[in-house]
């Protein structure tokens, strides 16, 4: 059990390019979430999947974001033309019979 | 009105002293309450978790929530420097495993413990 992982650790880009983030869950894991957080603010639920299927989506996610998890194991976070706003943590976390654990995200710096 | 407050500090306390954390909420159906702490940039680390009312104790650290009130706390005892972080409480709908994650958290408390 090496934890929940997260690539990149820090991502800087151009105000209007694409990104795509990873979160590679415990491996037991059969549920996987996004979170997103900006500054001194708590974390914010995106979205979550329950093995391959993408069961609840938050209202914070834009038509510029997409999340996917094929065949149920890592998961990735696309933001499309990225905005100065988009900028933020991105956390995973998974769980499965028990507690979550959360990785130690992802920072998207939006120029 | 937010689901979950939480007071944003920033609170300074020295060394040894005993610190006291606290969220009100208002949505009744929470049933998992937990607390995490954070270091700068860093991901939440889970403290304490308690399921319904009740306390719970782990080393320095209580948990205690009072769902009448719609209002848990984090207290720790004989606080250290390595405790200044940002605590996040955070609370859960649950399903029938417990398993749901899908938290609703509060902005965070920043403490320092000065030495």
């Known amino acids: 059990d090496t934890g929940v992982s997260q690539n990149p650790r820090h991502k800087i880009t151009k105000r209007g390019q694409n990104v795509t983030f990873r979160c590679d869950p415990i491996s037991e894991h059969n549920r996987l979430y996004w979170y997103r957080q900006t500054l001194g603010q708590g974390p914010e639920f995106l979205t979550y999947f329950q093995n391959e299927a993408q069961l609840e989506k938050s209202r914070l996610l834009s038509d510029r974001f997409s999340a996917e998890r094929p065949k149920g194991s890592f998961s990735t976070l696309e933001i499309q033309r990225t905005e100065q706003g988009d900028s933020a943590m991105y956390l995973c976390?998974?769980?499965?019979?028990?507690?979550?654990?959360f990785g130690a995200g992802t920072r998207l710096s939006v120029l | 009105q937010k689901e979950v407050e939480q007071d944003p500090g920033p609170l300074s306390v020295p060394e040894g002293a005993i610190v006291s954390l606290n969220c009100t909420y208002s949505?009744?159906?929470?049933?998992?309450f937990m607390w995490y702490r954070q270091y700068s940039r860093k991901g939440p680390e889970l403290l304490m978790y308690t399921y319904s009312s009740g306390n719970k104790e782990d080393g320095r650290f209580t948990a205690q929530v009072d769902k009448s009130s719609k209002y848990i706390s984090l207290f720790i005892r004989d606080s250290q420097p390595s405790d200044s972080a940002t605590y996040l409480c955070?609370?859960?709908?649950?399903?029938?495993?417990?398993?749901?994650?899908?938290?609703?958290f509060g902005k965070g408390t920043l403490l320092t413990v000065n030495p």
């Open positions: 949505n009744s159906a929470f049933q998992y």
């Open positions: 976390a998974s769980s499965g019979a028990g507690l979550g654990h």
């Open positions: 955070a609370m859960a709908l649950g399903d029938s495993g417990g398993s749901n994650y899908k938290l609703t």
